[in-house]
């Protein structure tokens, strides 16, 4: 079966943190681009951070730079997400996609999502 499996979230305290899994299964991760996106209720999905195949390029989304950071594991066909300095505001269900070509933001494109894991930030 082809599918991306998230894991990770949780509660934790403003200003703790996170760090968030996305392995793949059925295929090989190392042919794609992931990124990961977010979800709060009544919300878009949101593109928050992108990393290239060969994990030399990265992107974030201004609400999450210099507070995230995307990295991957192709021999354990894996991309992580560590989250720092957690706010409220990221409480959310977080994604990961994996995308073959386009843009990374058009969450629409991708060829594989994961069912999500939930991320509450609250004292």
């Known amino acids: 079966q082809l599918q991306l499996v998230e894991s990770g979230g949780g509660l934790v305290q403003p200003g703790g943190s996170l760090r968030l899994s996305c392995v793949a299964s059925?295929?090989?991760?190392?042919?794609?681009?992931v990124a990961w996106f977010r979800q709060a209720p009544g919300t878009e999905r949101e593109g928050i951070s992108w990393?290239?195949?060969?994990?030399?390029?990265?992107d974030y989304g201004d609400s999450v730079k210099g507070r995230f950071t995307i990295s991957r594991d192709d021999a354990k066909n894996t991309v992580y997400l560590q989250m720092n300095s957690l706010k409220p505001e990221d409480t959310a269900i977080y994604y990961c996609?994996?995308?073959?070509?386009?843009?990374?933001?058009?969450?629409?494109?991708?060829?594989?999502w994961g069912q999500g894991t939930e991320v509450t930030v609250s004292s």
């Open positions: 996609g994996a995308l073959l070509y386009g843009n990374w933001l058009y969450y629409k494109g991708y060829d594989y």
């Open positions: 059925g295929f090989a991760l190392e042919h794609y681009e």
């Open positions: 990393i290239s195949r060969s994990g030399s390029r990265t």
